[in-house]
């Protein structure tokens, strides 16, 4: 089945709610956002929460020094990537025993010609809007992606997805996981329980399986 990552979470009781609901990963945005939570907030959601160990801290060109100490405080072991890092800053973060999500913006076929470069345990896909970082709401043209083979194993799938588009998304690109904030939202960081429960309903019934867990399973 899809794995699901939440992202965008700012308070307890969404993160209750989706683990309730059988989600696999949790995002916590350190980043300039709208949904940028602080690490001492999410050390407390950590606490409510002990059983759940799939966190994700989501970082935007930070100071590696920066990166070490809030997932250091937190025990966060995964680590997405969401700006202009390179590959040599993904893998220093890789070889010290971290598990490293790359992003890729896609505009246009030319925003996956420096993916080979990156040796990292996956990769995220979201939409490329000029004067934001992610979570627009907006999806870029999955046509770009659907033919090439690594996305079964390796990608997870974000930009724009909700309930009504997920399952078609799902069927075109056969993702590892799907990544989603604005489209299970109320307001910016705050999620809306039936949209949620629909949403990871439906990527964990649809039928565009993918094969496995990424070779290096974040």
Same mark, same amino acid.
């Given at each position: 089945?899809?794995?699901?990552?939440?992202?965008? *979470?700012?308070n307890?009781?969404?993160?209750?709610?989706?683990?309730s609901?059988?989600?696999?990963?949790?995002?916590f945005?350190?980043?300039?956002?709208?949904?940028?939570i602080?690490?001492?907030?999410?050390?407390r959601?950590?606490?409510?929460?002990? +059983?759940?160990?799939?966190?994700?801290?989501?970082?935007?060109?930070?100071?590696?020094?920066?990166?070490?100490?809030i997932?250091?405080?937190?025990?966060?072991?995964?680590?997405?990537?969401?700006?202009d890092?390179?590959a040599?800053?993904?893998?220093?973060?890789?070889?010290?025993g971290?598990?490293?999500?790359?992003t890729f913006?896609?505009?246009d076929?030319?925003?996956l010609?420096?993916?080979?470069?990156?040796?990292?345990?996956?990769?995220?896909?979201d939409?490329?809007q000029?004067?934001?970082?992610?979570g627009?709401?907006?999806?870029?043209?999955?046509?770009?992606i659907?033919? *090439?083979?690594?996305?079964?194993?390796?990608?997870?799938?974000?930009?724009?997805?909700?309930?009504?588009?997920?399952? +078609?998304?799902?069927?075109?690109?056969?993702?590892?996981?799907?990544?989603?904030?604005?489209?299970?939202?109320?307001?910016?960081?705050?999620?809306?329980?039936?949209?949620?429960?629909?949403?990871?309903?439906?990527?964990? *019934?649809s039928?565009?399986?993918s094969?496995?867990?990424?070779?290096?399973d974040?």
């Amino acid at each position: 089945m899809t794995k699901v990552k939440v992202c965008g *979470n700012t308070n307890a009781e969404d993160v209750t709610l989706a683990i309730s609901l059988g989600v696999d990963y949790l995002g916590f945005i350190f980043a300039e956002s709208k949904r940028r939570i602080e690490p001492t907030m999410a050390a407390r959601i950590i606490t409510a929460v002990p +059983d759940f160990k799939n966190f994700v801290g989501v970082f935007v060109n930070h100071p590696k020094k920066d990166v070490e100490q809030i997932s250091q405080d937190l025990g966060i072991k995964i680590l997405q990537f969401h700006g202009d890092e390179t590959a040599l800053y993904c893998q220093y973060f890789m070889d010290h025993g971290f598990q490293v999500i790359k992003t890729f913006r896609i505009k246009d076929a030319m925003s996956l010609k420096r993916m080979d470069e990156y040796n990292v345990a996956a990769f995220l896909f979201d939409a490329f809007q000029k004067d934001s970082s992610g979570g627009t709401g907006i999806p870029f043209d999955w046509n770009l992606i659907e033919k *090439n083979p690594y996305v079964q194993e390796k990608l997870f799938l974000a930009g724009g997805l909700n309930p009504d588009n997920l399952e +078609d998304a799902i069927q075109k690109i056969h993702p590892y996981a799907v990544d989603v904030a604005s489209g299970v939202e109320k307001s910016p960081g705050k999620k809306d329980p039936v949209l949620l429960e629909r949403f990871i309903s439906i990527a964990k *019934n649809s039928l565009g399986l993918s094969s496995g867990p990424p070779s290096r399973d974040p």
